[in-house]
């Protein structure tokens, strides 16, 4: 009965072993990923720029500005440390990295390789004056790309 049972995982064993050889005809097709694309067209970069600019500004940045401008005041929740101005160099590198590395990045593509798309590349420099404002004005003076 042990004979049987050597045999039968043996065979299983080879059938595993040369379906798995035989699965593919050209192996550099695997590191080929469809979800992480190589070039991306302006069409999906100036939504992913837009969304990425306006929830930083929008959100933590103007919570921050909100209270240190007395607009708002903190009576002892979520917000306490921001009113109290209490902050490090941590506090904001999401907000700095999404701005500056995520959606000035995104929109200084779409300018530079999209003049066939007019509209897209006006909306796209308006975002990018309108972002790099709003990070000088945040951080003060930081490099900028010429377009």
């Not at 500056?100 to 300018?111: E, N, P, Q, R």
Request: net charge negative; hydrophobic share 40%.
């Amino acid at each position: 009965m042990k004979n049987i049972q050597s045999y039968i995982n043996k065979g299983i064993v080879a059938i595993f072993i040369s379906l798995s050889l035989i699965a593919c005809d050209d192996l550099t097709e695997l590191n080929d990923n469809p979800n992480n694309p190589i070039d991306v067209p302006a069409e999906f970069l100036l939504p992913s720029a837009t969304v990425q600019g306006t929830y930083y500004i929008g959100g933590s940045l103007n919570r921050a500005t909100s209270l240190w401008m007395q607009y708002w005041a903190s009576t002892g929740g979520q917000y306490q440390r921001l009113d109290r101005y209490d902050v490090d160099l941590s506090t904001f590198n999401t907000d700095w990295a999404q701005l500056y590395a995520g959606a000035l990045t995104d929109l200084s593509i779409i300018i530079e390789k999209s003049p066939e798309l007019p509209n897209y590349r006006a909306q796209a420099r308006i975002l990018y004056v309108y972002y790099f404002q709003m990070i000088t004005d945040l951080w003060g003076m930081c490099l900028i790309q010429k377009l």
